[in-house]
């Protein structure tokens, strides 16, 4: 049936457009392109693409693989297993669309992420649009834009996604418009403007970071042929931030700009908490069965109460798996992520080398592999990156 492959290919189109927003209208779009991938036929070809290259799925089995020990770690019943198991299964399904299709996904991987771009723009649209719409029913002042309540978590809520998630894939979309994408100079400065409004606008420490970084390693190789321009370009940041410390909330300034606030996160003190609980269980973790009234417990020592309360994960994601899977866990994640790193600068894939480079920064803050919004991401990056040759040449 080849009229389902143009619309199983604009369904996962979809996919990527909904994940920096919706998360249950994403896992519809997830769901309609699994089936339409059954759907369309081919099995055949399929099969025999997956028997060529099953062992490119071996970095996200192993991801797999830590979930499926830790599922299994003293379960409380086998149905638990199964529920714990379930938005890990994507790791596997979506490696197996693409991987037995590389030829398709070889030549539609710029517009997935392409998708992704878009989607960032579109959620951000939502999100000021729910800005405005407050200000204008609560007759609040225009600097009112940058207050608490128009900030963070409060910003984000209307579109159903988390600061941090969103803040990753802006930050990914900016390194795939100046690497990969063909618009013009001109388009791409109004997008990256939109963009980085909206990063400001999260208040994500860890995002800003990441812009910076990449910042610097975009413009260093251009600084000789168009330090006009760059110059330029700082000059309006510059510009930008002192109307930012002239009309930023106090909140907003303390997040950004105060080493003292940063000294104050309760988060880093948490750290000690996942800590405990792998040398408590150092060899194989306390599994899922166990983790939440093992580390409420250790919450609750250290008086982090509303950690207990929420059920704070670990917020690291090296600790998470320490904690969870014990020291196999941490060993095989810094392997896969090493690995996989590895990959993307043989085959000079600077852009996919890149986005997981993102991706482990902002699991220092997070744990973004026990979040479907992360495992999607991750799944879906990996199995394009591994099916991609290498490139003759690095990006222009």
Not at 1 to 14: D, E
Not at 381 to 395: D, R, W
């Amino acid at each position: 049936m080849k009229f389902i492959s143009p619309i199983k290919r604009y369904a996962l189109y979809a996919v990527l457009f909904t994940l920096p927003m919706f998360i249950r209208l994403n896992n519809i779009f997830l769901v309609i392109f699994f089936a339409l991938f059954i759907l369309e036929g081919g099995f055949k070809m399929k099969l025999d693409n997956l028997k060529r290259n099953y062992r490119l799925m071996v970095p996200l089995v192993l991801i797999f693989l830590l979930a499926l020990l830790a599922a299994l770690n003293l379960p409380e019943s086998v149905g638990s297993v199964f529920k714990n198991l379930e938005k890990y299964w994507g790791l596997l399904i979506i490696p197996i669309t693409i991987i037995s299709c590389p030829e398709e996904y070889n030549k539609e991987w710029r517009n997935l992420f392409m998708a992704l771009l878009w989607g960032c723009i579109a959620t951000l649209a939502i999100c000021y649009g729910n800005a405005i719409y407050e200000m204008f029913v609560g007759n609040e002042p225009l600097h009112y834009f940058w207050r608490f309540r128009h900030l963070n978590h409060q910003f984000t809520a209307i579109a159903d996604t988390h600061p941090a998630y969103l803040g990753l894939f802006i930050v990914v979309s900016i390194t795939y418009l100046f690497m990969e994408s063909s618009y013009k100079k001109w388009a791409k400065i109004i997008i990256c403007f939109i963009l980085l409004l909206g990063l400001i606008q999260l208040a994500s420490r860890t995002a800003i970071i990441c812009t910076l970084l990449m910042g610097v390693i975009l413009l260093w190789s251009r600084i000789k042929t168009n330090w006009k321009e760059i110059a330029i370009g700082f000059g309006v940041f510059a510009l930008i931030g002192l109307l930012f410390i002239n009309t930023a909330s106090s909140f907003m300034k303390e997040r950004l700009i105060s080493f003292q606030n940063i000294e104050n996160d309760q988060r880093l003190s948490r750290y000690k908490v996942s800590y405990d609980i792998f040398t408590e269980y150092p060899v194989f973790g306390v599994g899922f069965a166990n983790k939440e009234t093992v580390r409420k417990e250790k919450y609750l020592e250290n008086n982090f109460i509303t950690a207990a309360e929420e059920r704070y994960n670990a917020h690291n994601q090296l600790l998470e798996y320490l904690s969870v899977n014990g020291i196999i866990g941490g060993i095989i994640f810094l392997g896969v992520f090493g690995y996989l790193l590895f990959m993307a600068w043989r085959k000079r894939q600077f852009f996919f080398f890149w986005a997981l480079v993102l991706f482990f920064i902002a699991n220092l803050t997070e744990s973004m592999l026990v979040v479907i919004k992360g495992i999607e991401f991750f799944a879906i990056t990996v199995s394009l990156l591994i099916i991609l040759n290498k490139k003759e040449k690095s990006f222009s």
